[in-house]
């Protein structure tokens, strides 16, 4: 039960800390933190891995202090699970995975967090009630594999529309930590031409330093370094008011496939919810394919997509920044020495895939030519599939029920799809998509994909508004069945084309359904 506001930034610089797990506090020196589960950050406020859990805000609000919340990218502040993944998946080994069963979260505010407000995998038995969420950046509700989940009385948004930095921090971030490894291995390889890794470390302690000082101290977001700089404090991926998913991450297309009992996310039940207000200008990341696999991007050991085009002169050569820098040179240390310089500081290399020919390239300077490689399109800065601003998504979801159920204020403001992209089929389209067209520039209300036995009453979607994409009010897609009820459909707005502006759109896989849209 909580007694007061919660502000959780734990480990704060003013208490000597950098906002993650000190090593006295991991187990292996008698601390309370599994160094794999929490070896990249505190990931949630609360992480609940046991049965029985009653969370009573009591009225009042749990969020993550600003410090925490530029330091800590990826983040619940109610975590149902003992990891935010399950083993295998995810850019760390977490370690073993614990699901959660008859958790009740009731009566105050769940406010600022830099991902979710609450997240979980294989969860059942959980009643949310009475709950305001805003101020998450990602989704409000994101349950993969999630069994008879009710939410209740509850409103999800305003998202944050105020992030200082872009998905290139994270990155940053995350390399900094292995240069460091680098610069302390007395047999580091460097990369030729380009600066050293003590030069590449300094670099990437200033653009961390000087964000720290422009978001936490000076509050300024315009002080940000250019490099890591939101472009208008909009997240820059996909984002969901609510998200009820099949088991495992929902990072690649909407779920095409026969629902079942395996794969969780059944007996979802919303009553009297209100999404509202919900934002997003999600951009394409062009991916360069490894040599060997055309259909694998390139990334860095944490999974972060080596931004090829943005570190590509006019002429074809290299013309890198401190972050790409630190990928290659750490790629090149993992390919010649493999985990010898990051074992000690308990770092993986295993998900690196950034190529020896990369390398080459961008040691070679000016002579420097990717002409014979090909790219990937359609994802984010970590490869996932871009699927546009949502107001609510069920993917798979069996005997379920929406009652009462209000989306307004739907809006994404990303870019079509790159001009390279449409240079081939096999460019264009993501290979984890399960669409034909980009839809990374949507905006949808209601998206519903492979749903069976779903019932719909009192369900409104209003104002959904895509600059440079579809707009869509209701879509019914994939292998739904048994589907009924009534959805009305006010504004929807494409600014592309108003033939893009779409009240419903159902799949002619869809079979015995009743689904009514009115519009308005």
Avoid at 442 to 460: P, Y
Wanted: charged share 20%.
């Amino acid at each position: 039960i909580l007694m007061e506001n919660i502000t959780f930034n734990p480990n704060s610089r003013e208490r000597g800390g950098n906002c993650m797990p000190r090593l006295d506090q991991f187990t292996f020196l008698g601390g309370k933190y599994d160094p794999a589960a929490f070896g990249i950050g505190f990931f949630a406020a609360l992480a609940v891995a046991a049965d029985d859990v009653e969370i009573h805000l009591n009225g009042f609000t749990l969020k993550q202090g600003v410090e925490h919340n530029l330091m800590q990218r990826f983040f619940a502040l109610i975590e149902l699970g003992s990891t935010p993944f399950l083993s295998g998946q995810g850019p760390h080994d977490f370690g073993y995975f614990v699901a959660p069963r008859n958790v009740l979260i009731k009566y105050g505010t769940l406010g600022l967090s830099s991902h979710h407000a609450i997240h979980g995998n294989l969860a059942q038995n959980v009643l949310i009630e009475d709950v305001v969420m805003e101020n998450w950046a990602v989704a409000a509700i994101a349950i993969n594999g999630g069994r008879n989940v009710r939410v209740k009385n509850v409103r999800a948004g305003p998202n944050f529309k105020e992030s200082p930095v872009s998905s290139v921090f994270s990155t940053a971030q995350f390399m900094h930590r292995y240069v460091q490894a680098l610069r302390s291995c007395p047999h580091a390889t460097e990369l030729k031409g380009r600066p050293t890794i003590a030069e590449i470390d300094e670099q990437l302690s200033s653009v961390i330093e000087n964000t720290y000082q422009a978001v936490v101290v000076s509050g300024d977001r315009q002080r940000v370094p250019e490099l890591v700089r939101s472009r208008d404090g909009l997240v820059d991926g996909n984002v969901y008011g609510l998200l009820f998913n099949v088991m495992g991450v929902a990072v690649n297309g909407l779920f095409d496939g026969n629902a079942s009992e395996k794969l969780g996310n059944s007996d979802i039940s919303l009553e009297h919810v209100k999404i509202v207000d919900v934002s997003a200008n999600v951009e394409e990341i062009v991916a360069l394919a490894t040599p060997e696999n055309e259909l694998a991007p390139e990334v860095d050991p944490v999974g972060s997509l080596f931004q090829v085009l943005q570190v590509t002169a006019t002429c074809g050569s290299y013309a890198g920044n401190v972050v790409s820098d630190a990928q290659l040179v750490v790629a090149k240390n993992i390919i010649h020495s493999g985990n010898a310089c990051f074992s000690q500081s308990r770092l993986s290399t295993k998900r690196n895939t950034i190529s020896e020919q990369t390398i080459l390239w961008a040691e070679a300077g000016n002579n420097g030519s990717l002409e014979q490689r090909e790219y990937l399109c359609g994802g984010d800065a970590l490869f996932h599939l871009n699927k546009g601003v949502f107001g609510l998504r069920l993917d798979g979801a069996m005997r379920s029920e929406l009652n009462q159920v209000s989306v307004s204020n739907i809006s994404n403001t990303g870019g079509a799809q790159h001009s390279i992209c449409a240079e081939s089929v096999l460019r264009g389209k993501h290979p984890g998509s399960t669409e034909e067209l980009y839809q990374g520039s949507s905006a949808r209300g209601l998206v519903m994909s492979s749903v069976h036995q779903l019932k719909l009453r009192s369900v409104e979607l209003d104002g959904v508004e895509s600059m440079l994409g579809a707009a869509t009010g209701v879509e019914l897609l994939f292998q739904s069945s048994e589907v009924s009820g009534t959805a009305r459909v006010g504004h929807i707005q494409s600014y592309k084309s108003f033939q893009e502006s779409i009240a419903s759109k159902v799949a002619a896989s869809v079979w015995n359904s009743k689904l009514t849209i009115v519009t308005t």
